[in-house]
C-alpha cells in the first residue's frame, strides 16, 4: 500500500530544522571550544560541511527510490541480509539516541530548575509524552513539527542576535584556533549534532513532490548551521575560549546574560529554557518515531503504533546508563561520533553500490502501485 504523497517542501524544511536544533544546542559551544579553542566557529563550519554532505547523500538516495524508505530501498541495492543487519544497526542507534536525549535532558532540568526531582521522572516524563505523540500518523507529525517551528527558531535567533552586540571580536582571533591537534574530533562532534536528519529516509515517501526534496534540504541545513554557528560565534565572542571551558552549559549562560532593549527582560534564561523544552520534544519525537517506523517497516507491518510503549521500557533503561553527567556526555560524544558511520557511511556505501549496480525504483511498479486494485 502506498503512502499518500501530501507533506510539501516548507513542511520538510520545518521537520528537519525542528528535528535538528535539539538538546545539544546547550553544550555545542563547549564541544567546539574544548578542540580548537577560538576556532570554534570555524570547527562548527566545518561540521556543519561534513553534516551537509550526509544529507545530500540522504537525498539523492530518496529521489532514486522515492516511494521506500532505506529500510526497503536497501534490501534491493546490497540483498535482504546485509541490508537487515544495516537496518537493526540504524534501530539500534536512534533507540540509544533516544535515550541519550531524554537523559541530557533531565539533567539540565533537575540542575537548572526542578533541583528536589528525581532525574528518572524528568526522563519518563518527556518519553511518555514522545510515545503518546508517536502514536499518531505522519502526517500529525508534520503538523506537529510545524506548529512548534516557529516557537522555536525565533527565539533562539533574536537571543543569539543581541548577544552578538555585547560580543569582543578578539575572543575569536585567530580565526582558527591555537590548537588543531582534536580538530577532526571536533569536526565529527558537532556534525553528529545534525544526526538527526536521518528522519528523512522517512519523510520522502510521502512527500508531494519527492524531486523537490533537495531544496529543501538545502534550506533546511542553511538555517540550522547558520543558527548553530551564529550561537557558537556569539558565546564565544562574549565569553572567550578559556572562560567556556570553565562552563558546563554554554549557551543557556549566553541567555542569561543577554537582556531585551530598554531592559523589557534582564535575563533570557528563563525564556530561552522554554524554547529549548521545545526543540528537545520535537528532536526527540522525530528520533523516537524514526525508531518504531523503522521496526515496523523491518517487519513489513502496516501500522508502527504498537511499538510506542513496547519499546519505551528498553529505552528509558538506557537513558539510566550513565552514572553522572561527565560520564554522560562522555558516552554521548562516543556513540554519536560512532554513529556518523551509521548516518553519513552506510548511505554512502548504498549510493555507490547503486550506482553501479543501476538500482532505481522502477517507474512502472510505481505506476502500478498507484492503480487500484
Known amino acids: 500500500m ?24 546547550l553544550a555545542l559551544p563547549l564541544f567546539a571550544v574544548r578542540t580548537a579553542d577560538s576556532g570554534a566557529p570555524f570547527v562548527t563550519f566545518l561540521g556543519t560541511c561534513l553534516a551537509f554532505f550526509g544529507v ?15 529500510i526497503i530501498y536497501s534490501e534491493d541495492i546490497i540483498g535482504k541480509w546485509l541490508a537487515r543487519i544495516g537496518s537493526l544497526l540504524v534501530i539500534g542507534f536512534f533507540a540509544v539516541l533516544t535515550s541519550l536525549t531524554a537523559r541530557e535532558f533531565g539533567e539540565v532540568v533537575v540542575t537548572s530548575v526542578l533541583k528536589s526531582t528525581p532525574v528518572e521522572i524528568t526522563v519518563i ?11 499518531s500518523d505522519i502526517f500529525t507529525f508534520t503538523y506537529i513539527h510545524q506548529f512548534y517551528f516557529p516557537f522555536l527558531l525565533v527565539p533562539v535567533l533574536v537571543i543569539a542576535s543581541l548577544s552578538l552586540k555585547n560580543a569582543e571580536m578578539i575572543n575569536l582571533l585567530p580565526l582558527w584556533g591555537n590548537e588543531q ?4 574530533k571536533g569536526v565529527l562532534t558537532v556534525a553528529a549534532l545534525f544526526q538527526g536528519s536521518f528522519i528523512l529516509t522517512m519523510i520522502i515517501p510521502a512527500m508531494r513532490n519527492p524531486h523537490r ?5 538545502v534550506w533546511a541545513m542553511v538555517i540550522s548551521g547558520g543558527l548553530y554557528i551564529t550561537i557558537v560565534v556569539a558565546t564565544v565572542g562574549l565569553f572567550g575560549a578559556e572562560e567556556i571551558k570553565k562552563l558546563l552549559w554554554p549557551t543557556l549562560e549566553l541567555a542569561k546574560a543577554t537582556s531585551l532593549p530598554a531592559n523589557i527582560l534582564e535575563r533570557l534564561d528563563a525564556a530561552f529554557l522554554a524554547v529549548w523544552v521545545t526543540a528537545v520534544f520535537t528532536s526527540l519525537l522525530s528520533s523516537y518515531y524514526l525508531t518504531i517506523h523503522s521496526v515496523s517497516k523491518l517487519l513489513r507491518l502496516r501500522d508502527h503504533g504498537m511499538f510506542s510503549f513496547s519499546l519505551l ?5 538506557l537513558a539510566m546508563v550513565p552514572q553522572n553527567i561527565m ?20 548511505p554512502s556505501v548504498l549510493l555507490i553500490v547503486a550506482i553501479i549496480r543501476g538500482k532505481r525504483e522502477d517507474r ?5 502501485m498507484d492503480k487500484p486494485s
Do not use: H, W
Open 213 to 217: 526534496v533537495m531544496k529543501a534540504s
Open 181 to 184: 591537534n582534536d580538530l577532526m
Open 125 to 135: 516524563v518527556m518519553l511518555l509524552l514522545a510515545a503518546i505523540s508517536t502514536r
Open 364 to 368: 512502472n511498479e510505481d505506476t502500478a
Open 2 to 25: 502506498k503512502v499518500p504523497q501530501q507533506i510539501t517542501v516548507i513542511q520538510v524544511v520545518t521537520i528537519l530544522v525542528s528535528t535538528i536544533i535539539g538538546v545539544g544546542v
Open 313 to 317: 521500557p528498553f529505552v528509558f533503561v
Open 327 to 346: 560520564q554522560m556526555y562522555d558516552i554521548i560524544e562516543f556513540v554519536s561520533r560512532c554513529g556518523l558511520m551509521i548516518t553519513i557511511l552506510y
Open 56 to 70: 545530500i547523500i540522504i537525498t539523492i538516495l530518496g529521489k532514486r527510490f522515492p516511494s521506500k524508505t532505506i
